[in-house]
């Protein structure tokens, strides 16, 4: 056990909000309260690192109970959110804020960039021999962290866009006979993890959706309106979740790489997005006739339907920074440890925060299936228990047909 | 009380899904199952008329009353749907399909082009003197039906629009430093009722949407950009939501009369959404970063949020077409009747169909505020009751600051 540190903590979000980074906000405060021998006052800082510089920060210690209770299962980012990256000339100033208000925890809660700043500070702090410890808690709805089983915010909203897939493909399936194709745009740059989870929504053999492009594999245009054309031929409608980021052969986003004759009236070239191109393409080249969803920040943040493994996860990963941060731990992020699938359970470890903020987790090889249009039952194995129990079951139809009487 | 007609009843679904046209299917099957002295069979015809040209009728009786249990609450069109026109060449093979299966009830569950068929249908029986009731029940989220209160389907995408709004709006509360405005495009050609009904989502003075547009209030670029402007000086982030449909002063749609500079690698004037179309004119004449949403069809038939009013509403007209055609009611729509606002409560009536097939409801100038740019409250008190009841109550943090210590 360290040396009791003795001072205020500040607790600061990151990065792209999502619908359990406040679970992880309250798991905090809540455990910092219950340290007042040691934490002698909690705050937040507002809108992240750019918060602490401009020492705007709020007394969490004078907020109500029963706020904390609410804001647990409310979504976003309730201290707001930053994608500020901290210049070397910003350094001096966060040890004067800290020493002005003898903060002696750090704890930032986000992806790699907030990683990298929580690192850096604690890196500062060491150099200029003040006493800090800084602590990371994960959060992403990407879950391309690295060295954690998976990153909070990933449950939810992969329970949120298998909840969408699923009805979104009744409703080509039902009004197929009009719109032929769906293509559904889903978030994510680098990593498809996001994109892959709306395999979650099958329910049946030949439910949507039928199609599924990671940034993960590149694939040509070509190839994926041969996989369309093949699906419809067979059921006569198809759903495509295609990642935002899915990328063609050349490395570059399919947006670009296949829409860079397109001009805007200023002569620009257009990014589109690639949901839209596609959908160009298939009315184009196929000669069917589709349409396109592109849920946008909907899906990171959905509150309603976040999972309720996700959440209590993203709760304890805020409380054990703070448990490890009293016992002298610093310069770590809290990871998440898978302990068992059946029943799935799960526990906290720790890992350094230069590792985690250099790396970036992609969707492995054997999650995504030989032809680079859906993924595997390794990965529906993984992603599964993280969405907080099955999807209700829907009713289908047995269509006993009435034999028909006509020619 | 008329004469009992014995025969065959046929109910099929029309136009685009919704998240509770199955519980009007459900509702119309079980009530025509508890008449089996009157109604010998109860068929479904695939997707929509179609289905009945093509004599593809499902014997429902002969579905397990579980499966109707579940279907009630699964959302897109357990029969599947279509927009198919009936020619004038249909009727006599319509006629035909009648008599071949002896079937004396037709049952259309759909929104003003399925009550042109089923007029047409019951015209066409008359004149070759079969002796057929036709009924409709109403179905849209577009909730443009007239001479009824609201149509089911319109209290479910309520509910979901105004549960996304407001948690897309904290997002970009939260990350407003970074993403200044987003633009929400919701769907509706004429009808703006469903953007209306984004103003649900306020739980607080200042939430979001700050700003709204319905194809009602015809609004120019410039009008447009003036209000993003003021919205952002004074909060410093803006959220808009705007209708598919929203027009210009020319009567078009804004992505056409605005963007009718943008052309493809063909050289074809791109229709674009105006969601794209707005973004980028933020981008280039207000300089501010922002992005957009397109929730697409996943609005329409989100079956995870639907409103339990809206639910037993949509049960009820079923049930209710059922019924009034026993005994005796032919060519009319079940409508919905709002007998009390406090506390609320709805019974049904009924319309000629040939009425509502050439009505077109749009949103009231009551409903509109004076700037164009938002609702009133009299569109809130009317939308309320049909969500199901509020949304869950957030937490938002009191935020006492920490007195600043530097300069």
Same mark, same amino acid.
């Given at each position: 056990m360290a040396d009791k540190l003795k001072g205020n903590l500040v607790v600061a979000q990151g990065g792209g909000p999502t619908a359990v980074i406040n679970a992880s906000l309250v798991g905090v405060v809540q455990e910092a309260l219950a340290h007042d021998d040691t934490i002698t006052g909690v705050f937040g800082a507002l809108h992240g690192i750019q918060g602490l510089l401009d020492e @705007? &920060? *709020? %007394? &969490?210690? =004078? @907020? =109500?109970p029963d706020t904390l209770d609410a804001l647990r299962v409310t979504p976003s980012s309730g201290l707001g959110s930053c994608r500020y990256k901290v210049a070397a000339a910003d350094y001096g100033r966060l040890l004067d804020v800290f020493k002005a208000h003898d903060i002696r925890y750090f704890l930032y809660i986000g992806g790699n960039d907030s990683m990298d700043t929580a690192h850096q500070v604690g890196e500062l702090a060491v150099s200029a021999g003040y006493d800090l410890r800084c602590m990371g808690v994960p959060k992403t709805i990407d879950n391309d962290l690295d060295f954690t089983d998976h990153c909070p915010g990933f449950g939810s909203v992969a329970r949120w866009i298998a909840t969408a897939v699923r009805d979104a493909g009744l409703d080509t399936e039902a009004i197929g006979v009009v719109d032929k194709v769906k293509v559904i745009e889903i978030m994510g740059r680098n990593a498809g993890w996001v994109t892959a989870a709306c395999a979650l929504a099958r329910d049946h053999p030949d439910a949507a959706p039928h199609l599924i492009y990671l940034p993960e594999r590149p694939v040509t245009m070509d190839r994926l309106l041969d996989d369309v054309q093949r699906v419809y031929d067979r059921l006569g409608y198809v759903v495509i979740c295609i990642c935002e980021g899915a990328r063609g052969p050349d490395g570059q986003p399919l947006s670009i790489s296949t829409g860079a004759l397109d001009v805007d009236s200023f002569g620009h070239r257009m990014m589109g997005n690639v949901a839209e191109l596609l959908c160009r393409e298939i009315a184009a080249r196929l000669k069917l006739k589709s349409r396109y969803d592109r849920p946008g920040t909907i899906q990171r943040v *959905? !509150? *309603? &339907?976040?999972s309720v493994t996700d959440r209590a996860e993203a709760a304890m990963a805020g409380q054990m920074a703070v448990r490890h941060a009293v016992n002298g731990a610093s310069d770590k992020m809290v990871t998440l440890v898978r302990e068992? %699938?059946? #029943?799935y359970s799960c526990t906290t470890g720790l890992v350094d925060l230069e590792a985690v903020a250099n790396a970036e987790k992609l969707v492995p090889a054997e999650f995504i299936n030989d032809a680079g249009n859906d993924v595997t039952g390794a990965f529906l194995a993984y992603a599964r #228990? &993280?969405? !907080? !129990? #099955?999807l209700p079951a829907y009713g289908y139809l047995q269509k006993v047909m009435v034999p028909k009487k006509l020619r």
């Open positions: @705007e &920060l *709020a %007394d &969490l210690g =004078r @907020e =109500r *959905a !509150g *309603a &339907l976040a068992s %699938d059946n #029943p #228990p &993280l969405t !907080g !129990g #099955p």
